[in-house]
């Protein structure tokens, strides 16, 4: 299996690229580590292929699923991995990564990352389709933790083991989501610090950062409810969470998402820069 890193390794803090600003990166080619997409955005799209091709020549890209359904029972979907096989090979990226969540069910394909029970049933069909995707793609495949909002108890292990053991069943990487800790930790009522001491540190190749919206919780009225909208900018305490993941982790490749009510481009910018702000002040607080 090849290396997750090729001769461009991602550095810093990168922007998810969505179909908005593409005409503009592409102009202006501003100054990024480098660019994450969802391929699913270009599949049906080929004049925003051509130009992703261009810009794969420009910035190290990273590649983000959201239509594999590695958790579904009924198995993968395969035609679909094939497709981005295929976009994979033309613009070559750095990482490959998708959800700990499903999506399909039989023909149906479900616009939602839904939960999974976390026992020793779903991880050994997890572990498949992990080990089914790395095999396609030819290189380790990044699971990324979910936001969450409801427990089933039929879980038998914390969600941090369970993908500790799904590491070390299938080789996979972790796509630590520091924001779906933060949001998760506040839905479910636990320690988002807690949980970052528990993660697979040696396992981590990226750090997502995308913003909440807070709605009144119907199940629980006066509560707030965090839905991960990617719809706003991260709150000091979320940014708190994410110097602690960065002192507990070390200096990890950084992506800000933004996927509706999506700000001018600068805005992304100012959020990345933000990032690599603390992610420096870590490391220089970290040689005094
Ligand atoms: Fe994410």
Redesign the pocket.
């Known amino acids: 299996m090849a290396n997750t890193t090729t001769s461009r390794p991602l550095h810093g803090s990168g922007i998810g690229l969505r179909l908005p600003h593409l005409a503009e990166v592409m102009a202006t080619q501003p100054h990024v580590g480098w660019l994450e997409i969802h391929p699913e955005n270009f599949l049906a799209n080929p004049h925003a292929t051509e130009l992703l091709i261009e810009l794969s020549k420009h910035y190290p890209i990273s590649v983000?699923t959201v239509g594999i359904s590695i958790g579904s029972a009924g198995g993968i979907d395969r035609d679909h991995l094939r497709r981005i096989v295929a976009l994979v090979e033309q613009i070559d990226p750095v990482l490959v990564s998708g959800?700990l969540a499903w999506s399909t069910h039989g023909d149906e394909y479900l616009n939602d990352l839904l939960p999974l029970p976390f026992n020793e049933e779903t991880l050994q069909l997890v572990a498949t389709h992990v080990q089914e995707v790395q095999n396609l793609l030819g290189r380790p495949y990044l699971v990324?933790n979910p936001?969450s909002y409801v427990g089933f108890r039929t879980s038998t292990m914390s969600e941090a083991e369970f993908l500790t053991r799904l590491v070390s069943s299938t080789g996979c990487r972790v796509?630590c989501?520091v924001?779906?800790v933060h949001l998760s930790a506040h839905n479910m009522g636990y320690d988002a610090y807690d949980y970052i001491d528990r993660m697979p540190a040696d396992a981590i190749d990226e750090l997502?950062?995308?913003g909440f919206t807070p709605e009144e919780d119907q199940a629980s009225p006066g509560a707030e409810l965090w839905v991960?909208t990617?719809a706003a900018r991260l709150t000091d305490p979320a940014w708190q969470l994410y110097r602690y993941a960065i002192l507990r982790f070390g200096r990890k490749p950084t992506?800000i998402?933004w996927d509706a009510d999506i700000p001018p481009l600068a805005t992304l910018l100012s959020e990345a820069s933000r990032a690599d702000q603390i992610a420096t002040g870590v490391a220089c607080a970290a040689t005094r």
């Open positions: 983000h959800h990324e936001s796509l989501d924001s779906n997502h950062l995308g991960d990617h992506l998402e």
